[in-house]
């Protein structure tokens, strides 16, 4: 995919390297784009499709890496899962409790989603034995943040550097109820603990210090579950040995894809772009919050809600941003977009201050290390905190080489800011950006005039 701004090439086997080039000519962001499926739920519809009595119909799945891992660690343990495509994916579920004892070792690719949610499910099928890895850069990432929760329900996992990296062996137990209080807001580590809980005869309770997105609670029950949410006190607690039943499930598109373009519209001046179908549940919309804090032009039409999300097309207009403070309650709602909303910061105008994002050292980049040296080579006023980011706008970026560090939002985030650059930008390993978004260069070149 290329046009005269934009090329990719092989560099490497495997790696391609991105080429942004505006030249002399004055680009805008206009038109009317979709975006991949929400990958949070492109996931969960997947894993509650498997443990479910029936079939399940998934229309808009994401065809990224992660939701093909994790369909190929379900069909390893006995699922029927069709080839994936984002118009219809049937999934044929082998009810709750049936998982098989794989006759190999689950493989979760880049995914701490797959890993992290399918760690609760294994944990608590009795007398099964699994394991479970990834790929160099999820074998590194922090597993004890769900392993420590599930312990306390009775599991037995063992893995590298004291039971907290991957690869990891899972001997199935009959867990216990339990109320586990998380230090921090993670959906991830609520999700893990919930989908233990399916199995455990008694309730079973998830509190957290702030609200994580709610993606499987609205699922579980969808599917058949009784969840009792208490907003008030951020705890959710689940009945288990519930009869889940298969579904349709319609997945909107991802608001941390329509991040990018949100940002590009927002820093390049002229643009006018609309982004249809983009899931705006509330847990998922920090995003638009700090954006609305930066005085960018972004309006909502055509609210409804489909399968139980809330849905929306959002308009983005060129506006000159101010600078914010990011930080507190609104982390975990928005916690994947830090990255780009750092190169909103960028073009705004005085310093923009980013804290409470320490997790993000543990993704699949440090990204805040990372975000801070990449930015600061194209000319950005931009240092690390040790829970955030500090950054002063107004300086013109200039292209050069940059490199993702195979992650996908510092890919895709550099890119962003390439198209306010001088010069060319040179991303390398940007073949990373199709972990959650396979078509991001070719949307990039159609909203570039």
Not at 13 to 28: F, G, W, Y
Not at 246 to 271: E, H, K, N, R
Not at 327 to 341: A, T
């Amino acid at each position: 995919m290329s046009s005269p701004l934009v090329s990719i090439q092989n560099s490497a086997p495997n790696s391609q390297t991105l080429s942004i080039d505006p030249h002399s000519i004055r680009i805008t962001v206009k038109g009317s784009i979709t975006i991949p499926g929400d990958k949070s739920i492109s996931h969960r519809a997947l894993m509650l499709g498997a443990i479910a009595q029936g079939e399940t119909v998934i229309e808009g799945l994401l065809l990224g890496e992660d939701p093909r891992s994790t369909a190929a660690c379900f069909r390893a343990m006995g699922a029927e899962i069709s080839e994936l495509n984002s118009q219809r994916v049937v999934v044929r579920g082998v009810g709750l409790g049936n998982l098989q004892e794989p006759s190999d070792i689950l493989d979760a690719g880049n995914s701490g989603t797959t890993m992290r949610l399918m760690l609760g499910l294994l944990a608590s099928h009795p007398d099964r034995l699994f394991t479970v890895t990834g790929d160099n850069s999820l074998r590194s990432r922090p597993m004890s943040r769900v392993i420590k929760p599930l312990e306390q329900m009775g599991a037995s996992i063992w893995g590298r550097k004291s039971n907290s990296l991957a690869p990891l062996a899972v001997k199935g137990q009959q867990l216990k109820p339990t109320h586990y209080h998380s230090p921090i807001a993670s959906a991830q580590v609520k999700s893990c603990v919930l989908l233990a809980g399916l199995m455990v005869e008694g309730k079973t309770t998830v509190t957290e210090p702030a609200l994580s997105r709610d993606h499987s609670e609205r699922m579980l029950q969808a599917f058949g579950a009784t969840l009792n949410i208490d907003t008030d006190t951020h705890s959710v607690t689940l009945t288990g040995q519930p009869e889940l039943k298969g579904q349709q499930v319609i997945v909107p598109g991802d608001i941390s894809s329509a991040a990018f373009w949100l940002v590009a519209g927002a820093i390049v001046p002229g643009s006018d772009l609309l982004i249809t179908n983009v899931g705006v549940n509330p847990t998922r919309t920090g995003v638009l919050e700090a954006l609305a804090m930066m005085e960018a032009d972004i309006g909502r039409e055509n609210e409804r809600t489909v399968a139980g999300e809330p849905v929306a097309d959002l308009r983005v207009k060129y506006s000159q941003l101010k600078a914010c403070e990011i930080s507190g309650d609104i982390i975990p709602r928005l916690i994947d977009e830090i990255p780009v909303l750092a190169v909103a910061a960028a073009f705004a105008e005085g310093t923009t201050v980013i804290k409470d994002a320490a997790e993000l050292r543990v993704k699949e980049s440090d990204r805040l290390a990372v975000m801070a040296t990449e930015l600061g080579k194209m000319g950005a006023n931009i240092s690390e905190l040790s829970d955030g980011l500090e950054i002063t706008g107004g300086r013109q970026l200039k292209g050069t080489e940059v490199d993702s560090f195979t992650d996908h939002r510092i890919a895709m985030s550099l890119a962003i800011a390439a198209l306010n650059a001088t010069g060319k930008t040179t991303i390398h390993r940007a073949e990373a950006a199709s972990i959650s978004y396979p078509n991001f260069v070719e949307t990039l070149t159609q909203v570039l005039q």
